[in-house]
């Protein structure tokens, strides 16, 4: 069952949301409203994946986000503004979800975040990967990094390109499970943190061949 900790310093959007996790089958481990709490406690309860407000009291949710380890990181914002996406992004989250979006979208992002795919409300990820591009395109030195094994890098081309692990093991005549495998390897040796770190690796190495697909795209998307 995946655990999931859920952070919104508003009470009753905090219980509606930890209600829908639970009839849907997940383990709520913790619902908390700030973000000093959220830090101790999910260092005691170790969530999967935590279900972030970027608005909290104390601390930002990029502070929190920063600080919250080896979780992954699913936004759940009223703001759909640059600025906040992207500092979301750089702090670590892998998916960012505006609050408008209905119970069934809120929950497949919640299914795909747990199971490593990066998940943007529409409109989101092509800013996120516009930034990317950006900052890729400054010219930089750069060292020689880690060597990949040749399906490691079909399968990071294939990630750049957005598509879903289900959709790149269907492409490879793969499992889902060792798509996700060498997706970890990958991250392992370049010492990347989440997918969207991942992404943007790929595009500096020029592995984006195509524009973005559903698979990154919508958080409906498969």
Do not use: C
């Not at 972030?52 to 699913?74: F, H, T, Y």
């Not at 970890?184 to 989440?194: E, G, V």
């Amino acid at each position: 069952m995946v655990r999931v900790m859920v952070v919104d310093d508003h009470p009753m959007w905090r219980d509606g949301v930890a209600r829908d996790l639970t009839e849907a089958g997940y383990e709520v481990v913790a619902a908390v409203g700030e973000g000093r709490q959220a830090l101790r406690v999910a260092e005691a309860v170790r969530p999967d994946v935590v279900v972030l407000d970027l608005q909290l009291p104390d601390l930002s949710g990029a502070e929190v986000a920063r600080g919250l380890g080896g979780a992954k990181i699913l936004v759940l914002s009223a703001s759909a503004e640059q600025e906040d996406v992207l500092e979301a992004v750089k702090a670590g989250a892998s998916g960012y979800l505006v609050k408008s979006a209905s119970r069934e979208e809120f929950l497949d992002a919640v299914a795909r975040t747990a199971s490593g795919d990066a998940v943007f409300t529409p409109g989101l990820a092509g800013l996120v990967l516009g930034e990317y591009r950006r900052l890729a395109a400054r010219p930089a030195a750069q060292p020689e990094g880690p060597r990949l094994t040749d399906r490691e890098t079909e399968v990071l081309r294939l990630v750049a390109k957005g598509l879903s692990y289900r959709q790149i093991a269907d492409r490879l005549v793969l499992s889902h499970r060792t798509v996700q495998n060498h997706v970890q390897n990958t991250l392992n040796k370049l010492q990347l943190h989440n997918r969207v770190e991942l992404v943007r690796y790929a595009i500096e190495q020029g592995l984006d061949d195509d524009p973005p697909r559903a698979g990154f795209s919508g958080a409906g998307a498969d």
